[in-house]
């Protein structure tokens, strides 16, 4: 019994003094989705959680809007109250998750753009600070097909047409495209459809349940060479999505261009993949029967200065180049033997191309004697501006900097509340005008979604190979939800983030170190509604905390307490032990003798102060006799307890000197104290 009550006096002080030495305050925090897409019209289903060291704090959800905010729910105490249009429309359910955290499960039965789609703050309000954190619901809806239309397939080169796009096109509002694919020589050759025109802002208005009706017109000039080309139109979307969409392609046409030319031009193919495709020009005849017989063929290109110049050309059957440096770059075939076979061709090798030198304007010219009564004849092409495509391939890996700072740091932990700056730069391919997009992935989010912010990017700059340059920087507000937030940069991209051919990822943690809470101050949050103006949008998060010298000072005050009170208990233990023991059933509790006492505080005295020392206390069991050995063996020791019980109380007063009478406790042992 006296074993474990000294084991369980040991436990209690152990436990006591270490939960005193790591009692740190609870921190007040929020976190939630940064981006939840839902489809219009299905189920959506996302969860937030908040942590408060009180049961008593109130948690709640509200909309951002132009007017001010609209609360959606109440959580206090585990007990959920919803605005009206969500009590129908939503399941909100809460749990606890530990003694701290809780759950909000939120079940959208049927997404609507008008109910649900904008920004929120969710915010909770405890007795040691307040916190709040802002995220998005993005509505979607998958584009319907999509149609074509033109308003003349029969044309001659030369007159405009116009192309409309039209068909229901989902949600978000989407970017439009013409696509073409070519043929040559009348086939299309495994050609695939490529982006001739694009427009970011198309013609089309939103219908009552959210999605978007497009109809487009695009304006066409054709040329002889877009003679049995197909056209089609898609779109694509410039804000990154996680979630997949259906594409949306349009029915094909196929246009009939006729020209009163006998010369034509033709490239192969007009836009050419840089590094990719062979850079092909060729001289044909569209009439020949309309030619008795020819001189030469003629190819010209436009050099930088803007002159057109002599490339290289044909008689007879004899090929004459006047560009000796494309000479060692090209190759070229021809013949003008007769006209129905008379073509000039040069094919300039894919790794041979030189940008932007060899894309340029081409024309082709002929001389010769025609049919009839036409006699001596010439006629020279109109100019066929070859174009080039490049994706972009190379892009930096992000640099971060505190706002407003001015100075790139290597820093990837930041303090909830912290606004910092991305900036990614890079290539962006041929298009002066494409964007470097910014997607991100929270920990625990199963895919990257694209950065409402709004990103401000740099002017396009050009780089070798044909490649376009410019940085995108996008502002953002540290929360506590980036407890590991994955940031993507990207350029030449599809709909879905992560799509790029050119991208780098930086990965940004909360520092939660320095974001302990004050349990002394309450500050309310402040609510930062986006900006409609401006090109970055600002999210402002307040989070109640303390800095890091407070929380060091409360870990070390709190170290030095639990230390003391463990010292402290377990030296009336010991001291219990020691003194207020009982031995044995029959046996009588004594004080130390006097004389010992004076020893030991004489001892301490001497030794100067003892504030910070602690006594040591020797024991130290006294030899039996001769006749106790005699006595305890082979008997039962407790047949002979009266008679050893009064030899040793005499014993114990003539070797302590006791003289006032009183029975010593410490029976069995001599204690020695000294300190």
């Not at 105490?77 to 003694?99: C, E, H, I, K, P």
């Not at 004697?369 to 109109?382: H, L, M």
């Not at 494409?434 to 709004?454: D, M, V």
Request: charged share 15%; aromatic share 6%.
């Amino acid at each position: 019994m006296e074993q474990n009550t000294f084991t369980a006096l040991i436990l209690f002080s152990v436990f006591f003094g270490g939960s005193i030495a790591q009692t740190v305050p609870v921190t007040t925090y929020v976190t939630t989705p940064k981006v939840i897409e839902a489809k219009l019209g299905e189920e959506a289903r996302f969860y937030l959680t908040y942590t408060t060291p009180d049961n008593s704090s109130e948690f709640t959800v509200s909309r951002l809007g132009a007017n001010g905010t609209e609360e959606i729910l109440r959580v206090v105490d585990l007990t959920v109250t919803t605005n009206a249009n969500w009590t129908m429309a939503a399941n909100v359910q809460t749990s606890a998750v530990d003694g701290d955290t809780r759950r909000v499960n939120v079940t959208i039965y049927q997404t609507d753009f008008v109910t649900h789609e904008g920004d929120y703050v969710a915010m909770v309000t405890g007795s040691d600070g307040a916190a709040q954190d802002l995220f998005t619901i993005r509505t979607l809806a998958s584009p319907d097909q999509l149609s074509l239309s033109v308003s003349s397939r029969d044309v001659s080169e030369g007159t405009p047409i116009q192309f409309t796009c039209s068909g229901n096109t989902g949600r978000p509002e989407p970017v439009v495209h013409l696509l073409q694919r070519e043929t040559y020589n009348g086939t299309n050759q495994n050609a695939t459809f490529h982006r001739v025109l694009s427009d970011t802002s198309p013609s089309g208005s939103f219908l009552e349940n959210g999605t978007f009706s497009l109809s487009h017109n695009f304006t066409w000039t054709p040329t002889w060479q877009d003679n049995l080309v197909e056209f089609r139109c898609d779109i694509s979307y410039n804000i990154g999505l996680g979630t997949a969409l259906s594409s949306a392609q349009s029915n094909q046409i196929t246009l009939n261009v006729t020209s009163t030319k006998i010369i034509q031009i033709e490239t192969k193919p007009q836009i050419v993949r840089y590094k990719e495709e062979d850079l092909v020009v060729v001289c044909t005849l569209n009439k020949p029967e309309t030619l008795q017989n020819l001189f030469f063929l003629q190819l010209k290109r436009r050099s930088p200065s803007g002159t057109l110049n002599n490339v290289v050309s044909v008689t007879g059957a004899t090929i004459q180049w006047q560009d000796q440096t494309l000479q060692n770059r090209a190759n070229v075939t021809g013949t003008v033997a007769s006209p129905p076979t008379a073509h000039l061709s040069m094919v300039i090798r894919k790794d041979s191309v030189q940008c932007p030198l060899d894309f340029t304007e081409y024309e082709c010219s002929l001389s010769g004697f025609g049919t009839g009564a036409t006699g001596a004849f010439s006629e020279i092409t109109d100019p066929v501006k070859v174009s080039y495509t490049v994706q972009p391939m190379l892009i930096e890996t992000p640099k971060v900097r505190e706002a407003g700072s001015g100075v790139d740091t290597s820093q990837r932990e930041f303090r909830n509340g912290t606004v910092i700056e991305l900036t990614c730069t890079g290539q962006i391919g041929s298009d002066q005008n494409a964007t470097i997009r910014w997607c991100a992935k929270t920990a625990g989010a199963p895919t990257f979604t694209g950065l409402s912010n709004a990103a401000v990017h740099s002017m396009t700059t050009s780089g070798p190979n044909c490649q376009n340059i410019r940085s995108s920087t996008v502002t953002y507000n540290i929360t506590s939800s980036d407890i590991r937030t994955e940031f993507l940069c990207e350029s030449g991209y599809s709909s879905q983030c992560n799509s790029g051919t050119a991208k780098q990822f930086v990965t940004i943690s909360l520092d939660l170190t320095k974001d302990l809470p004050s349990s002394t101050t309450s500050t309310t949050p402040e609510v930062t509604t986006p900006s409609t103006t401006t090109s970055t949008t600002t999210r402002k998060v307040v989070t109640q905390g303390q800095n890091t010298a407070e929380s060091n000072t409360g870990l070390i005050v709190g170290a030095v307490v639990g230390g003391v009170v463990v010292l402290i208990v377990i030296i009336l233990v010991l001291v219990y032990f020691l003194i207020l023991r009982r031995k044995s059933a029959g046996e009588s509790s004594t004080d130390l003798s006097n004389d010992n006492t004076t020893k030991a505080s004489s001892k301490s005295s001497s030794g100067g102060s003892t504030n910070n020392q602690i006594p040591e206390i020797k024991i130290q069991p006294r030899k039996k006799t001769n006749k106790e050995v005699k006595d305890t063996e082979g008997y039962d020791n407790e047949a002979l307890d009266e008679e050893r019980v009064a030899r040793t109380q005499n014993g114990a007063r003539e070797s302590m000197g006791l003289s006032n009478g009183h029975s010593n406790g410490v029976a069995d042992e001599h204690v020695n104290v000294r300190m």
